[in-house]
């Protein structure tokens, strides 16, 4: 007749605890395991030097380009094409979510056009977008623009439809319009879905750099990968790698900065 | 009470209303919840509704409400309406202040919402988010939402359900207060029989689909519990809502 | 034919199998006349063919020892040997026309090489196209300086030509029409004829090994024999390259074949390695490879002379 | 004092009749007009046959290529590929996305490296991919599994994330266990995200066959596509983005089906 | 009932408890929620908890149900435990018997779980998604849930608060039966005082963070809401509450 008891909150507490490490310290484990993975294919010569170059080699190389300053001339002129790509792609796919999130005929319109649209190989319309738009710098922009939009939209319009429809008809019965119901309802219900579709965007924007700066310049850190692919430097196109993965990081880290001031509503499952 | 009237009135021509619904019938699959239901309610009338968990009462207020369009009948409803449903639905993502003057045109806005929170005892409590906020203070938040609007007919769906004895008497007393000021048409759906016969000037118990029981209450305000005519209405709700041991429910 | 390059489980990692000549192709350009002519048959080792899009992705392939033998363009062996893909070319076949060529658009004022000086030339960096151009350029005393190059990707050229953005582009001569259809008034620059070559590389390591160093020899003698099939049965041959392969519109594709003259596979040549020098010094100067680069390491003159005997042997043009 | 009334039912009841066209049937609408506005650009000779064909020498192609059975052989050669690529990409995808979701420590190891990895071209990535994995169908199938896996991963995860924490509590206080919370809470609170990373992933594994199919092969419809390119057949060619625009539609109309039955509980905000 | 016995075993030594707690702090920002709260329940005793709308009982329950660690303070509870939480939280995306049955080993699971829903009184509702059951439904399968299992100790948070008078009533007994049968401890909140008189064996009021009151009911049962020993009890736990017009709230 006697239960056994237990504490409660013990578990979780002594797990607590031993997190005492600072959340970004313990998110530098991944990398870091990578980095591990990296030395040891390297060095115990998995893979020759030709075809993927040591941690030495790129350092070396890191510090060639920097020293010479053409690796922060070609970030710079990458961070202007992916910064104004990113602003047109964010707004225009949200525009289109909330359209066709929002409005019934919207979807019918909208959503099917842009499954349709978002399985064409944008780099395929590269001719179509060069007669239109010409050679410069607006056509790359235009391309990393074309890129983004589509995870935006996507994640976005998946958002507006997990919208709970309680709090929809709750905002209705208070006597918000439909623009107040897209401000006070749905935008801040969908903005869980947006935050991934940001995250992944601009990921996809620094990717497709690689394909934008194939057409007439001679300067950006996918120009840099693809020359580096061409002679076959192993060291610089690892060095791209190693800085498109960092990219990643921070744009990463940026989202999460967001995440914690927008969402910070939320109560979600964080693991245990 | 005007009621008396007021119902003979509708029976014959257009007179006011704040709800005029014929022959509503509402059916889930093979489910029939609503059943053929007439409901006249006059302009600043106070009706309460009772019926059995799952007799159709938050069906009947989402027809009002403009939720629910799969249904045939003729159901005409105040166009400036406001509900508390049976849930808080707070918008997660906005503080408490904010969900209460959701929606409030004006410019004295933040000031109305701040004066209904503190009338709901949640002043000081404006800049919480909603699910740091316990049930009770969650569904007071939601009826502070509705009080603060002037409209011509408010819906509250068991709005009293999570809240201790003393704080729902002061949301009687500030219902009863806001009755008075704009006189909204209210319609009321409760479990507590006494609330009912408190607060309302009429009361409806909603079975199978159609009201079975539709008595107004004519007792003076305030009403003592202890007058005999509250307690013969009391036993014939209970016995309307099928609790027969007396001796068991109704003291 | 052809596909599932690595797909047999009984294959090495690196190194092939014996009995098996790994080949690296592109549109079937090899694997076509060997199999019309039948040149490909009786083989006392198995011929598996490997498709690629272009040469730098057989050059990858070649890097991972994935291949013995493939054919590409003489510019993209510069860049195998850069990259130091292990490879060295055993064969070539010198062809007397080239396959590149420069328009100029309507109002460009160019007439001649020379008028390139200070326009804008549109070509792809690092391919034929650009070997080809800065030989046209240096046949003048021009160098890349004297133009405004603008780099496109291949597929994008007549696109860019056709929006006026440049005045010059450099293409592939056979799919000409395109450039000049879609530019009214565009016409083709008079340049000059340069000795170019298609080459049959071959990885180190099969030369290394006895019995794929013997498949290599016996192969180049039967692609040899097959190079001359086209000329001798052009019918035949633009129907199944031109049309069925190219997608090709079966008169242009006459048109441009019959223009071609005959071109054979013989072991590599003094002429060929002098123009890969005068090539590859051309591109170090534009950066595009580097300086220190040696061409005297794309061939195996043991190999070479190897095979010179057998072609004589075999009667074969060398 | 006599209050204004209406038909609180009316509005919607109306717009609801005027929709008994059916959905598909509505949802042909956007490629209807992406159809449309083809006609007119290349009706209208705003761009030129060359650079864009035109919907009439497209069909010929179509005829030309289907006569052929070529066509058909691609896209049965491609869709092995994908089927392949997709399968391990979901799996491999969803596996990681659930130890990064539910345990702390492979939030710190997996997310950050995921993040860090996501952002690199994989495409820079196919010398290293022909070393250790060659040029046969394996390698191809490898590149669309790493394309997938990233909005798989990305997009459960966040689904993960999203998860009600006051239901995870209910999974425990009724005594599920990890395997169980796994199985009847997390996995399915996560499905609408990852639905989503299911869409964005077929999409994605068939724009990956232009770069696989680049290496060692003669068929499937990035083989085809880049041919046409490199043959000036822009008939061709826009065929292709045709077939691609198709395959879209046809992934968006399966996950759709999957949404219906898999969230069939849901009661999202669906337009109005 | 044995409780006034084992109450005053447990200040001495280690007898048997379903719940320990010394001490019990819990801090929001601050607002200090439990302030040094103790508490033993034992074995089989069932205990009603009253308190204000946001006086913590739903705090303590979530930390006694191990669902908040940021404590101080000595916290035990019985190993075998079940909660019912203030909202239903039922799972949406399973079925009505699914969310009854969730994590239930066993063959006879299904049969368990039918029988659990016929007892709240929602038979043939098995396969109904949780978005169509109404209020009063959803809070029942939530009770079912709790039922159909065989814990050591059940914490219940406001479980009937959505059910009209009769459903109530059978609630009641069915809770009671499920004591009679495996004597789990009970710790009951409501804001009905009655209620809490007819069920519990000990109530308790929660006041600024401490238990202000914990009195033994000691009432024979069937409990007559006639007895005086109930009048005057409730009129305790109501002053204690802050009602302190018994005329209006306490008949
Ligand atoms: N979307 C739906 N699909 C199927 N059945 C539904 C749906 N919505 C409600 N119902 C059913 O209709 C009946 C009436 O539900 P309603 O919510 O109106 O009850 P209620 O009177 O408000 O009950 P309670 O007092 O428990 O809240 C219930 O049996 C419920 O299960
Ligand atoms: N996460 C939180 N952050 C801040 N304050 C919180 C949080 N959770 C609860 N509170 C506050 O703690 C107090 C106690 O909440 P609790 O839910 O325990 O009340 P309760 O006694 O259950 O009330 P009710 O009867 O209304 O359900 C409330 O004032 C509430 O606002
Ligand atoms: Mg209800
Ligand atoms: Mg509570």
Redesign the interface.
Known sequence: MAPLLEDPTGKRNRARRARAVPSWARRLAGPALLLLGWFAVTGFDLVSDRAFASPGAVLDAARELWGSGELADNLGVSLYRVGWGCALGVAIGLALAVIAGFFRFGEDVVDSAMNFLRTIPVIALLPLIIVWIGIGEEAKIFLITAGVVFPIYMNTFAGIRSVDIKLVEAGRAFGLGRAGLVRRVIIPGALPGFLVGLRWSLGVAWLLLVFAEQVNTDSGIGYLLNSAQAWNRTDIMVLCLVIYGLLGLLCDGFVRLLERSLLSWRRGFSGT | MATRILRDLTGADEAAAAIRVRGLTRVFGDHVVLDGLDLTVAPGEFVALLGRSGSGKSTLLRILGGFDDEVSGEVLAARRRAVVFQEPRLLPWTRALGNVVLGLPGADVDRRGRAALAEVGLAGRERSWPVTLSGGEAQRVALARALVREPDLVMLDEPFGALDALTRIRMHALLQELCRRHRPAVLFVTHDVDEAILLADRVLVLTDGRLSLDVPVGLPTPRPRAHPAFAALRARLLTELGVRDLAEAAT | A??????DPAAP?SGGKAGTLRIGDQ??FLELPIALSGAGRDTPYKLNW?????G??M???F??G?LDVGFMGDTPVL?AN????GVVAVAVAENRVNSQTIFASAGSGIHSLADLKGKRVAFT??TSLHGYLLNQLDSVGLTQDDVTP???????L???F??G?VDAVVYVRQ?G??VT??SAGSYEVETKPLPQYSVLLAAKDALADPARREAVRDFVLRLSRASAWPKQNPDEWIQKYYVET???DPVAARKYFESLPESRYTPVTAAFVDSQRTQAKLLADVG???PSLNVDDEVDKAFTTELTAAFTTASLPT
């Open positions: 052809c596909g599932g390059g690595d797909s990692a549109s079937k490997n498709n690629f899009a272009d730098p992705h050059n990858a392939a890097s991972a994935r860049f850069a990259a130091d893909a960096r690092g603008v780099n496109v990707p291949a597929a994008s007549p696109a860019t056709s929006s953005a799919f029409a395109a259809a879609q190219l997608k090709q595009e490879l580097p």
